[in-house]
Each structure stands twice: as structure tokens, then as C-alpha cells.
């Protein structure tokens, strides 16, 4: 009891002291994290400067250098940051920089905390420093200063500059994102950029050579920080002459007299040589000049290149009496569509004609026009006898002056887009004046056609349906199955359409002019699908020629039957092949199947002892209803004679027995089953060989097994009959009563008659002596001849 109470009192103190310790472990926290965890975290700006406070260490303990608990350091020597002695102030002792660049862009440190007058080993906290970006990197442009060169036939919103960019060094975000736009100037209104957010940049005006060769704007790219950087770029572009300007002779119209006695030479120009330049002055093609066509035109000559004009036949005072006008058109050697038109007066000295009167230098003026001419386009000149004053020009038709006015100077100008579909020809006078006198001349302007209109379709898809009587109408036919028809048509008047098909089928069709669309039923065989889907084009005659296309689908309703049919007799056919197949090993099997089974009978009957003797004449017999007997059971009449294991059966008193033969009714059911297989074609006459053959082995089997059943028999002495035996064990043949109550012999020849005559053997019973020679007589008759003994074994 004493020692017990001592063991209580010992457990005590151990708990006592343990609960001691643990207490004042829980209260030295010095080095751990306020409110725990087990490293530090601070933010600090890339922009901080140095030596500024990043943060306060959250650690327990007082790290005063004399009153202090605690100490405080960092193990690595080269941290970028710093412990303040005497203090938890994390400072920092180096440039940051977000990008990496001027200085490091996180802080990794380990603090060391020790405790002062502790045995304990040092904690180690992990201190993470993450820099945050701030906008301090301005974008940068990549490839300046940028130049560009451009024609003043540019079209104002083509893209000028694509992939001007900036990049900023700040973090992706608003920092980093670059905006662009084209500062105020000079120049500024004539392009712009097509995106703040994209360096691509547009032309907003039309240009023109003649008037500025060249223009310089500023470019900005600015970020979307607060605030916002930005740098700048110059664009410098060169503009570059065009050839959208006529030549232009130095004067409007020129004179010149005629020689006094009418002979060839160079005639003089006055008010100076004929000249004409080019105003595209940064191209200043070279100019060819020559003489329009006239009635006085014949007898000068033009130089082609410095415009001397020469009277090359010498003239009469009586011709050119009046003057002549004549036409000079200078034309741009490079661009022939390019010309200018003037008038030389010639007249004779001393001539005083009346050139007061105003007229037209031709009456009649044919030209043949394209139906694109752009409008506002000079068309014609349509020189007086009074050049260079300005006259008033107009056309009385109401319809024409739609289309056509003319200038001051009489120049011929399209005032309305021509179309050749509408009008092909333009007949109209042009009537001048000067207010005195008027002049009229006829102008006819053939339109030139011009491919404008593009084919187009009536339906925007087309989907045909082809029934199947279609088909089965004109499947052994060659003539084409219409399917539908197609219908396009085109806007120019002279243009014709081509019609055509495209697609994997498309051969298996054919298009018409007017659109139908035919089938060619004797190539459906290759066609293994019911919807074809086909393109039809359409192109005109056109210069060039336009061409337009429309989905066209065509299901075949019929073709879809027929294939369905043709797959279905064909695996009626497969299913007839291999139901056939099956008949014949099944017939087969039954037939090796019986023959087995006959052959192991044969062998039976003769290697064995043991005979039974059945009747299956016409009437089922049980299987019970057979006696065999191996020994001998009694005397008398009832009694069985036993010998060598061979038991003969007993007859019924005076009972007649009809037993079956085998051979009848096995035969019966192969020659059903030959008269099955006969059917198959190639095996009957192989069945036929089998079932004879197989006919000689039973009968040579039945004869040798009757001779040993009868020879056994008659070694006992004679048969005895079975009073044991139920009367309905055996079918007995017809016979009288008294024939049933007595013994009768049988003799050999009437056993012998009877089974000739009705296949049937029937066996009288009688006394032991007569039993013997009946039954070896009997054996000699049932070997030969169709009986109905069955004989099991």
C-alpha cells in the first residue's frame, strides 16, 4: 500500500514539471512572426530611393543593441536591402528596376534571429521583396526617321505607312501600351493614322505635284500612363510628278503668212515658234507634233519634233485665196492619250478676206468614244477660224446636252457616264458664236463597248429533282434525261453567254446554250452517290470576258431505288449461295452420321454373342418387349435353350412372328436423304454410289448374321415358345384362333413363298424336330430376298 501511494506521488511530479516546461516554452516567442506564419512579404515601387525604409520586420522581440532581447541579421553579405541597427526597419540599400535593367527587380533575403541569454539555436525567416512597375520608360520609336515617296495620283485613304511602331520598356499594362497620333503642322491635315492603337498611317488629301513636291509632319507615340510619356518622330514625303496633265502649247493660237509667189518653204510663226510642253514638269515627256486632218491640210507639212510647219507644193494666187486654218495637236510621245490642240491662221499678203465671219475648220467631226470614259474627261476640240477668242458654244439637242458641253475654247467635254447598252451612237450639232456671226458643225461619237456587267444567274442556287420513273425510262437509252434548266443572263448588249459545268460528276451531264441541263443515263453505273453537287459558269464574250458561278445540286430519286434494289438481290443471292452451302453439310452430316452408326451395328452382329431378335414390321415395338435369354430358365415348353451366351427368343403359342428387316427402313431414310441432296446438283451421283454400296454391306451383314442366329438355334436343339411373353410383345400376322392354340409345321417351301411373295417370314411354332430344318431353310430365304428382320446387336 506504501509503495503504491509512493509510485502516485512520483507521477505527480513528472506531470508537475512537464506542464512547467511547457509553459515557459509557450512563453518564449522571441523570433517568431506576429500573428504567425513563417516569412515575410513586403511591396516596394521601382522608383524608391535608396536607403528609404522598405518595411517593418513582424518579429517578436526587442532587437535594441543593450536592452534588446533578440539579434538581428542577414545572411547574405551583398543583400540589395538592410537591417537598421537596433531595429526591425528593412532599408534599402540599392536602385530597383522593374525591367532589370539599373538594378534587380525582386529581393529575395534570409533574416537570422537569435536569442540573447538562450541556448537555442538561430531562426531563419525568409524576407520576399517584389518590385512593382511604375511608368517610368517612355516608347521608343523603331526605325526613324521614316521616309516615303509618293505619287500625286495617290488616292486619298490609301495606306501609306504600315509598321511604324514604338516600344515601351515597361511592364505589359497601360505603362506599355502605345498610342500614335500625327501632331498639329503645317502639313498635318494631309494624313492621319488609321488607329490610335496601330502605326499604320493614311493619306487623307489628294496630292499635286505642280503645287508641293514635298511636306515633312511630326509623329507621336505616347503611353497611357499618369502621367503619360511620349516621344517624338519626324515623317519626311517626297511626292513625285505624275502624268495627269495635257501638253500645253505657249500660246492659243498662231499665225503665219504665206509666201508672195506661192512657193515651198518653211512659213514663219508669229507671235513666236510654234512650241508646246509638258506640264507634268517631274516627267516632261518629249512632244510629237502634227496636223489635223483638214481640207487645206495637204499642202503643209509639220515638223514632228520642233513644230516647223513647210508649204510643200507651190500654190496658185487663185488657191487659198481667203486663207486656211490649220489644226495642230502636240501629243505626249510616252502616252498618246495625252495631247493638246491649237489653230495656225494662214493667210496671203495683200489678201483682203472677210475673216469676220466665224467657222468651224471642219464641218463634220467623228470620233469613236469608250463607254468608261471618266466624266469630266476632254473628248474633242473643235477648232474656228477664230482661235483664241471666246466664244460661246451650245448644243441644241436636249438629250445630248445631257451628255456633252462645251468649253469656251471649244473643247468637247463628257458631262454624264456614257453606256453602250442604252445608246450606242451620240449625233448632235454643236453650235458657235461670237455675237455676230454663228457657225455650226455635226459631231457624231460612236460608243465603244466596254465588258462592264458581269453574267448573273437568276437563283442564287439551283437544286434539281430527278424522278424515278425519268429513270427507268432512259436507262437503256442513250438519249439525254433533262433535269432542269439554268438561267443567266448579262447586262452588255453585244455579249453572248457560255454555259458551262465543273465538279467531280460533271461529266456525267451536259448544258445546252439556253441553260438545260441533261443527264447521261448510260454512265450512271460509275456513279455511287444520289445528290451530285455541280458549279455552272456562266461567261460572256466580253473583252475581257467576265464569268460568274451558281451551286447547282441534283438528287437522284431513282438512281438512290435502283441501287437500293440491285444491293438487295444481290444479298438475296448471297443468302440463297449459303443457304444452299448449309443444306448440303447438313445433309452431308446426316448422312455419315447413319452410316457410322450401321457400320458399328454390322461389327456388332458379328464379334458378339448376344443376339435379339425385333419385330418392327409397320407397328412400333418397345424396347421392353424384347427377351433375351442366356441361360437355361426351366423345361417343357417353357423353358429356353441356352448356348455359347446366344439366347433364342420364344415364341408366342402358336404364334406367327413378323420381324422387320433393317435394311427396308434404313434404306427408306437414306434414300430420303439422298432424294434431298440429289437436288444439290454435283453430289447426287456421288450419294447414289454410296447408298449402293452401302446396300451390299447391309445385305451381306443381314445374311451372315441370320445363318449364325439359326445355326446357334439349331445346335440347341430346337426353339421354344414363351408362354411368359405377352400376346402384344410380338406383332403377329393375321391367323385363325385355332391356328393360335396349336403347333402346325411350316414347311420349307411355303416359308420360302411367303417371304418372296409378301417380304414378310412368318415361323410356326412347332416340336423341336421340325424346328430345326424349318429355321436353316428359312436362313438360306432371309439372306436372299427383301425381308423386314431386323437383327440388333
Not at 516567442?29 to 522598405?54: H, K, P, Q
Not at 500614335?180 to 494631309?190: C, I, K, S, T, W
Amino acid at each position: 500500500m506504501w509503495i503504491k501511494h509512493h509510485w502516485i506521488c512520483y507521477l505527480i511530479a513528472v506531470f508537475c514539471w512537464l506542464d512547467k516546461a511547457t509553459i515557459g516554452a509557450i512563453l518564449d516567442s522571441r523570433c517568431y512572426l506576429e500573428g504567425g506564419g513563417s516569412a515575410e512579404s513586403f511591396l516596394a515601387t521601382e522608383d524608391l530611393e535608396v536607403g528609404s525604409i522598405i518595411g517593418k520586420l513582424r518579429i517578436n522581440g526587442d532587437p535594441n543593441a543593450e536592452t534588446g532581447d533578440i539579434t538581428l541579421s542577414l545572411r547574405e553579405k551583398t543583400a540589395p536591402v538592410e537591417i537598421l541597427a537596433g531595429s526591425k526597419d528593412l532599408a534599402l540599400s540599392v536602385e530597383l528596376d522593374k525591367e532589370g535593367v539599373r538594378g534587380p527587380s525582386s529581393i529575395y533575403v534570409n533574416v537570422i534571429c537569435i536569442r540573447r541569454h538562450s541556448t537555442d539555436p538561430s531562426f531563419v525567416i525568409p524576407v520576399n521583396v517584389r518590385v512593382t512597375d511604375v511608368n517610368d520608360n517612355a516608347p521608343q520609336w523603331i526605325g526613324t526617321p521614316y521616309t516615303l515617296t509618293l505619287s500625286e495620283v495617290t488616292v486619298p485613304g490609301t495606306r501609306i505607312l504600315q509598321g511604324a511602331r514604338a516600344e515601351d520598356a515597361d511592364q505589359p499594362g497601360p505603362f506599355s501600351t502605345v498610342e500614335y497620333q500625327v501632331l498639329p503642322g503645317p502639313y498635318a491635315e494631309l494624313v492621319q493614322f488609321l488607329n490610335p492603337l496601330e502605326g499604320t498611317l493614311v493619306l487623307r488629301k489628294a496630292l499635286d505635284y505642280e503645287q508641293l513636291q514635298n511636306f515633312t509632319v511630326k509623329l507621336r507615340a505616347q503611353d497611357q500612363g499618369t502621367p503619360a510619356r511620349h516621344s517624338d518622330t519626324l515623317l519626311r514625303v517626297v511626292i513625285t510628278d505624275a502624268d495627269d496633265q495635257n501638253p500645253k502649247f505657249q500660246r492659243e493660237s498662231y499665225s503665219a503668212e504665206l509666201p508672195n509667189d506661192g512657193r515651198p518653204g518653211e512659213l514663219r510663226m508669229r507671235p513666236e515658234p510654234l512650241k508646246a510642253v509638258d506640264q507634268d514638269e517631274g516627267i516632261c515627256a518629249p512632244i510629237q507634233y502634227t496636223i489635223v486632218q483638214s481640207q487645206d491640210a495637204k499642202y503643209f507639212r509639220i515638223h514632228p519634233h520642233n513644230g516647223q510647219i513647210t508649204l510643200l507644193t507651190p500654190i496658185g494666187y487663185g488657191e487659198i485665196a481667203h486663207g486656211a486654218t490649220l489644226v495642230v495637236k502636240a501629243t505626249q510621245i510616252d502616252n498618246p492619250d495625252r495631247y493638246a490642240l491649237t489653230t495656225v491662221q494662214l493667210t496671203r499678203p495683200g489678201s483682203h478676206s472677210d475673216l469676220s465671219t466665224l467657222s468651224f475648220v471642219q464641218k463634220r467631226f467623228v470620233m469613236r468614244i469608250r463607254e468608261d470614259t471618266a466624266v469630266g474627261n476632254r473628248i474633242l476640240a473643235l477648232p474656228t477660224n477664230k482661235p483664241g477668242k471666246h466664244l460661246k458654244y451650245t448644243i441644241p439637242d436636249p438629250v445630248n446636252s445631257q451628255f456633252f458641253s462645251v468649253g469656251s475654247l471649244g473643247e468637247l467635254v463628257l458631262a454624264k457616264p456614257l453606256d453602250y447598252e442604252k445608246m450606242t451612237k451620240h449625233e448632235f450639232q454643236v453650235l458657235a458664236t461670237d455675237g455676230m456671226t454663228n457657225s455650226t458643225a455635226e459631231l457624231t461619237l460612236e460608243v465603244i463597248d466596254v465588258n462592264d456587267w458581269e453574267p448573273r444567274f437568276r437563283e442564287t442556287h439551283y437544286e434539281f429533282m430527278v424522278p424515278k420513273s425519268s429513270l427507268q425510262s432512259r436507262t437503256d437509252t442513250f438519249e439525254g434525261v433533262l433535269i432542269g434548266k439554268v438561267e443567266a443572263a448579262d447586262g452588255d448588249r453585244n455579249d453572248k453567254l457560255e454555259l458551262s459545268l465543273r465538279g467531280q460528276h460533271a461529266g456525267l451531264f451536259e448544258i445546252d446554250a439556253t441553260g438545260n441541263i441533261y443527264m447521261r443515263p448510260e454512265q450512271l453505273q460509275s456513279l455511287n452517290e444520289s445528290t451530285v453537287h455541280l458549279i455552272a459558269i456562266a461567261t460572256d464574250t466580253g473583252v475581257p470576258p467576265r464569268s460568274t458561278s451558281v451551286p447547282v445540286s441534283v438528287t437522284m430519286e431513282g438512281l438512290t431505288l435502283a441501287q437500293s434494289g440491285w444491293n438487295s438481290n444481290m444479298l438475296g443471292m448471297f443468302g440463297m449461295i449459303v443457304g444452299l452451302f448449309l443444306m448440303i453439310i447438313l445433309a452431308l452430316t446426316c448422312y455419315i452420321v447413319r452410316s457410322k452408326k450401321q457400320g458399328k451395328s454390322s461389327a456388332s452382329a458379328l464379334g458378339l454373342g448376344r443376339n435379339r431378335v425385333h419385330s418392327q414390321a409397320h407397328s412400333s415395338v418397345s424396347s421392353a418387349n424384347l427377351v433375351t435369354h442366356e441361360k437355361l430358365a426351366g423345361n417343357g415348353n417353357g423353358a429356353s435353350v441356352t448356348s455359347g451366351g446366344v439366347s433364342v427368343l420364344h415364341m408366342k403359342h402358336g404364334g406367327n412372328i413378323t420381324m422387320a428387316n433393317p435394311m427396308n427402313n434404313g434404306l427408306h431414310h437414306v434414300a430420303s436423304g439422298a432424294s434431298s441432296s440429289m437436288a444439290l446438283g454435283s453430289s447426287a451421283a456421288l450419294l447414289e454410289r454410296e447408298r449402293e454400296r452401302e446396300r451390299e454391306r447391309q445385305r451381306e451383314s443381314y445374311a451372315a448374321t441370320v445363318r449364325s442366329i439359326v445355326s446357334r438355334a439349331s445346335a440347341n436343339g430346337q426353339l421354344y415358345e414363351e408362354d411368359e411373353i405377352e400376346h402384344d410383345s410380338l406383332q403377329t400376322s393375321t391367323t385363325t384362333p385355332e391356328n393360335n392354340n396349336r403347333k402346325v409345321p411350316a414347311p420349307v417351301g411355303a416359308v420360302g413363298g411367303a417371304m418372296g411373295g409378301n417380304g414378310v417370314t412368318t415361323i410356326t411354332t412347332a416340336s423341336a424336330n421340325a424346328g430345326q430344318s424349318n429355321l436353316l431353310s428359312a436362313t438360306d430365304a432371309m439372306g436372299s430376298s427383301e425381308n423386314n428382320l431386323t437383327v440388333y446387336f
